[in-house]
């Protein structure tokens, strides 16, 4: 057997090139895993984008030199086990090279799921070398493993976003400011945030996604790019929260908004347009590390009540996105190799409905 994988330059995210290697036989501890199908939106453009500043690189190394493997989030079958805890046939949930297998040295293993261990990985946070085994995992329902796929990982990234902000006493502001609104990330965090008391959220997007994020209705104001100056006003106390990593965009925002009390960088859709801030008016952008904020809140709550604050947001979230009147999302399916890389250049221009959601398999059709 072999696997084909997608590579992708590191300093030129654009160039992709598919390759195929035959399959090294398992060593004692370790599985096969059949990668059935991911998520690819524009968090993974982020991961590719940030994959030397956050290691995501990391995750799945190359032996070739200046080529790299992007991470995603989806779902695997076992397909061949030398560890005496994890059988073939079991099916997880977690983070995947963008390819058709993967192999895992599983360790610390339990009803729950078990963690990577291979030597690679081990310096590398704990949230993503984890595998949840679905037959026990209390987020997963078999009819909707797509939107578990698309949403959860960004949705889990957008409740900590607001539990921090709520945490910081949205560092005094009443006004949330976020970037690339039509994006599953911020939406996420709005539809949290829109929970809050005293909270207004402004979505900020390009004027072909304006209606597609008033349709959402977690957004108090939706305004354009080339209009935030005009249309809002800057002295109030306002947080930022930067979903696009655009600089220019960044340098208007702090040079307007007077009232900025804190700038939280969060992703990097506009891969056009990253790099440093430079010199800025106002606070220093900070960037948000979920796993960060996840440690915090174990400490705080324990495994079982942060667990239970999630499925609960979860299945509230999950259910709005889901509304037959107005799905927020629509699925779309891709199959085959590629498929997958004509798919990551598209999600890399950043084109498409933001009612889309990719889901992909390399396994051919």
Same mark, same amino acid.
């Given at each position: 057997? &072999?696997?084909?994988?997608?590579?992708?330059?590191? *300093?030129?995210?654009?160039?992709?090139?598919?390759?195929?290697?035959?399959?090294?036989?398992?060593?004692?501890?370790?599985?096969?895993?059949?990668?059935?199908?991911?998520?690819?939106? &524009?968090?993974?453009?982020?991961?590719?984008?940030?994959?030397?500043?956050?290691?995501?690189?990391?995750?799945?190394?190359?032996?070739?030199?200046?080529?790299?493997?992007?991470?995603? !989030?989806?779902?695997?079958?076992?397909?061949?086990?030398?560890?005496?805890?994890?059988?073939?046939?079991?099916?997880?949930?977690?983070?995947?090279?963008?390819?058709?297998?993967?192999?895992? &040295?599983?360790?610390?293993?339990?009803?729950?799921?078990?963690?990577? %261990?291979?030597?690679?990985?081990?310096?590398?946070?704990?949230?993503?070398?984890?595998?949840? +085994?679905?037959?026990?995992?209390?987020?997963?329902?078999?009819?909707?493993?797509?939107? $578990?796929?698309?949403?959860?990982?960004?949705?889990?990234?957008?409740?900590?976003?607001?539990?921090?902000?709520?945490? $910081?006493?949205?560092?005094?502001?009443?006004?949330?400011?976020?970037?690339?609104?039509?994006?599953?990330?911020?939406?996420?965090?709005?539809?949290?945030?829109?929970?809050?008391?005293?909270?207004?959220?402004?979505?900020?997007?390009?004027?072909?996604?304006?209606?597609?994020?008033? #349709?959402?209705?977690?957004?108090?104001?939706?305004?354009?790019?080339?209009?935030?100056?005009?249309?809002? *006003?800057?002295?109030?106390? &306002?947080?930022?929260?930067?979903?696009?990593?655009?600089?220019? =965009? +960044?340098?208007?925002?702090?040079?307007?908004?007077?009232?900025? #009390?804190?700038?939280? #960088?969060?992703?990097?859709?506009?891969?056009?347009?990253?790099?440093?801030?430079?010199? =800025?008016? %106002?606070?220093?952008?900070?960037?948000?590390?979920?796993?960060?904020?996840?440690?915090?809140?174990?400490?705080?709550?324990?495994?079982?009540?942060?667990?239970?604050?999630?499925?609960?947001?979860?299945?509230?979230?999950?259910?709005?996105?889901?509304?037959?009147?107005?799905? !927020? =999302?629509?699925?779309?399916?891709?199959?085959?190799?590629?498929?997958?890389?004509?798919?990551?250049?598209?999600?890399?221009?950043?084109?498409?409905?933001?009612?889309?959601?990719?889901?992909?398999?390399?396994?051919?059709?």
């Amino acid at each position: 057997m &072999s696997t084909t994988t997608l590579l992708v330059r590191q *300093d030129n995210l654009a160039t992709t090139r598919l390759s195929a290697a035959e399959d090294s036989a398992l060593t004692e501890g370790q599985v096969r895993v059949r990668v059935d199908s991911f998520a690819l939106t &524009s968090n993974n453009i982020t991961y590719a984008a940030l994959g030397d500043m956050l290691n995501y690189w990391q995750f799945f190394p190359t032996s070739e030199p200046g080529w790299g493997i992007v991470p995603v !989030w989806g779902f695997g079958t076992v397909t061949e086990s030398m560890h005496p805890d994890v059988a073939v046939g079991e099916r997880l949930y977690g983070y995947w090279p963008m390819g058709t297998q993967a192999v895992l &040295s599983p360790h610390r293993a339990n009803a729950a799921g078990f963690s990577d %261990g291979a030597p690679h990985r081990a310096g590398l946070h704990a949230v993503y070398n984890h595998y949840l +085994r679905t037959s026990t995992d209390p987020l997963y329902r078999t009819d909707n493993e797509d939107v $578990q796929a698309l949403l959860r990982p960004l949705f889990i990234t957008s409740w900590l976003i607001d539990d921090f902000l709520e945490d $910081q006493q949205f560092f005094g502001a009443q006004r949330m400011l976020l970037s690339s609104a039509s994006s599953k990330t911020a939406y996420g965090t709005a539809f949290q945030l829109a929970q809050r008391e005293g909270i207004e959220v402004i979505g900020l997007t390009s004027p072909g996604n304006v209606a597609f994020c008033e #349709s959402l209705g977690c957004y108090d104001r939706v305004v354009t790019y080339d209009a935030l100056e005009s249309q809002i *006003d800057g002295a109030t106390p &306002s947080v930022y929260i930067d979903f696009a990593g655009s600089v220019g =965009l +960044r340098q208007r925002i702090h040079a307007h908004f007077t009232g900025l #009390s804190y700038s939280c #960088s969060v992703g990097a859709s506009h891969v056009q347009d990253l790099g440093g801030a430079g010199q =800025l008016p %106002g606070p220093r952008p900070m960037m948000f590390f979920a796993p960060a904020q996840v440690k915090k809140r174990h400490t705080d709550w324990g495994a079982q009540g942060l667990n239970d604050r999630l499925v609960a947001a979860w299945n509230q979230f999950s259910a709005a996105v889901q509304t037959a009147s107005n799905p !927020w =999302l629509v699925v779309q399916h891709h199959t085959g190799p590629e498929a997958t890389q004509a798919l990551f250049a598209a999600v890399l221009a950043g084109s498409g409905d933001p009612h889309a959601g990719h889901i992909a398999t390399m396994l051919p059709g």
